[in-house]
């Protein structure tokens, strides 16, 4: 089996950051991680973008399930110097990835009415198509909901190491505790990000709400866009020591 079995693309990505204190989030991460931290602060992303493509190695995706939006609340940790994601939820409407999501891979998925649409034609910037994004977490579960426009503002760039596009983007690990608390992880491969600056208008952002954090969750301090990405992935495993 290929080291890299799980393909996907994403495409229409943006990157809304806020900084927040290291301590503010600790709650919210295992002790086995540690908190990255960048000039005194961490950082917590929302990221929607739209899954494409999904399937394992040469097999054919699993119709209905291999193109689909999806919106994720991530932070940034490391094990033993290894840098990667920790989710503090992942938003998606196809119920069999919601629970296979959870039940196998012990990540933090909620079934959610997710509307992704590029205006590619239609409303068209000079460097680039608008996207808009609608979400709403399904009952029984609370309706947080998402709900903005964005877009890029400039060319496409490579960021450089040591700069905090960077930082935020190239993280080629996530993590994940069983509920028998072990740790888990999946390496991630794919080129450079193919980031753009952008702009972002956030009508309604409840998906911060849970975690108690001191900011705006309407006025993202970072925001970048990326139109598309083909990654591969390894399966979730435990992490070795």
């Not at 990221?47 to 994720?72: D, S």
């Not at 866009?225 to 020591?241: D, G, I, K, N, Y």
Request: hydrophobic content about 45%.
């Amino acid at each position: 089996m290929a080291r890299f079995p799980w393909r996907q693309t994403w495409s229409d990505l943006a990157f809304f950051h806020w900084s927040v204190p290291v301590v503010a989030l600790r709650p919210w991460v295992p002790e086995v991680l540690e908190i990255r931290q960048r000039e005194g602060v961490t950082w917590i992303g929302v990221v929607p973008f739209r899954m494409e493509g999904v399937g394992w190695g040469r097999l054919p995706g699993l119709p209905g399930h291999t193109n689909f939006p999806e919106i994720n609340v991530r932070l940034y940790v490391e094990y033993q110097g290894r840098p990667g994601v920790w989710f503090l939820s992942l938003e998606a409407p196809p119920r069999l990835v919601v629970w296979a999501a959870r039940r196998f891979f012990g990540l933090p998925y909620s079934r959610s009415q997710v509307d992704l649409v590029s205006t590619a034609g239609v409303a068209q910037s000079p460097a680039g198509a608008e996207v808009r994004v609608a979400s709403c977490r399904l009952p029984p579960q609370p309706a947080l909901t998402l709900r903005a426009r964005y877009g890029p503002v400039g060319p496409v760039a490579y960021a450089d190491p040591g700069t905090l596009e960077r930082w935020l983007t190239d993280l080629l690990r996530l993590y994940s505790v069983r509920p028998d608390g072990s740790l888990w992880e999946a390496e991630v491969e794919h080129g450079p990000w193919p980031l753009q600056p952008a702009e972002a208008t956030l009508e309604a952002n409840d998906l911060l709400s849970p975690y108690g954090l001191d900011l705006a969750p309407l006025a993202p301090e970072h925001v970048l866009f990326s139109r598309r990405l083909p990654v591969r992935m390894t399966p979730l495993r435990p992490v070795a020591p």
